[in-house]
Antibody
Framework: QVQLVQSGAEVKKPGASVKVSCKAS????????ISWVRQAPGQGLEWMGW????????DYAQKFQGRVTMTTDTSTSTAYMEMRSLRSDDTAMYYC??????????WGQGTLVIVSS | EIVLTQSPGTLSLSPGERATLSCRAS???????LAWYQQKPGQSPRPISF???RRATGIPDRFTDSGSGTDFTLTISRLEPEDFAVYFC?????????FGQGTKVEIK
């Protein structure tokens, strides 16, 4: 069955970077894209961007342009989301989701990123 | 950028009742690209529908999406105990693929 397994929780200091991974299994990785969505504590869902696994094309929400990089490694069927210059308001659960003709048809379990001095 | 506004913020209903959740867009959208998700505490979002009455795998037919233009609705015909959760709409026909702020369906 389709599975997206994300890396474990991270605690970072303001100004640091974090790289979250999302390992896919149960489907042909290259045939789908990956979106990243975050959710601050007690808040709603925020779409961060998308990457095509097939050709590496990306589409970032303007809010994250220049601070977020999404990549994939087809040899390990893993997607990555790196965020730089972390601030306290980046504290959130970060999710990856598979995207085909239907968005978010399968989600990772989430990775909690805490930014605190 | 499209803004999606969901209402009400909270819906207090009893099991067996009908739930009607609204998602209003800041501009006219294609219903084919209006998705709905369910999220329970401590869980990842789960897709309910992908627009134009396309339910996600395993979603029972008591869930129905409808609407056009700027007004969209998710209807749960008879609430089951497992349906009490937060529901989000999302437009995925253009970038950014914004979400609504969510509607919580709670037990009355």
């Amino acid at each position: 069955q389709v599975q997206l397994v994300q890396s474990g929780a991270e605690v970072k200091k303001p100004g640091a970077s974090v790289k979250v991974s999302c390992k896919a299994s149960g489907y042909t990785f290259i045939n789908y894209g990956i979106s990243w969505v975050r959710q601050a504590p007690g808040q709603g869902l925020e779409w961060m961007g998308w990457i095509s696994v097939y050709n590496g094309n990306t589409d970032y929400a303007q809010k994250f342009q220049g601070r977020v990089t999404m990549t994939t490694d087809t040899s390990t069927s893993t997607a990555y989301m790196e965020m730089r210059s972390l601030r306290s308001d980046d504290t959130a659960m970060y999710y990856c989701a598979r995207e085909g003709s239907r968005p978010g048809d399968s989600w990772g379990q989430g990775t909690l990123v805490i930014v605190s001095s | 950028e499209i803004v999606l506004t969901q209402s009400p913020g909270t819906l207090s209903l009893s099991p067996g009742e009908r739930a009607t959740l609204s998602c209003r867009a800041s501009q006219s959208l294609s219903s084919s690209y209006l998705a709905w998700y369910q999220q329970k505490p401590g869980q990842s979002p789960r897709p309910i529908s992908f627009g134009a009455s396309r339910r996600a795998t395993g979603i029972p037919d008591r869930f129905t999406d409808s609407g056009s233009g700027t007004d969209f609705t998710l209807t749960i015909s008879r609430l089951e105990p497992e349906d009490f959760a937060v529901y989000f709409c999302q437009y995925y026909g253009s970038s950014p693929r914004t979400f609504g702020q969510g509607t919580k369906v709670e037990i009355k």
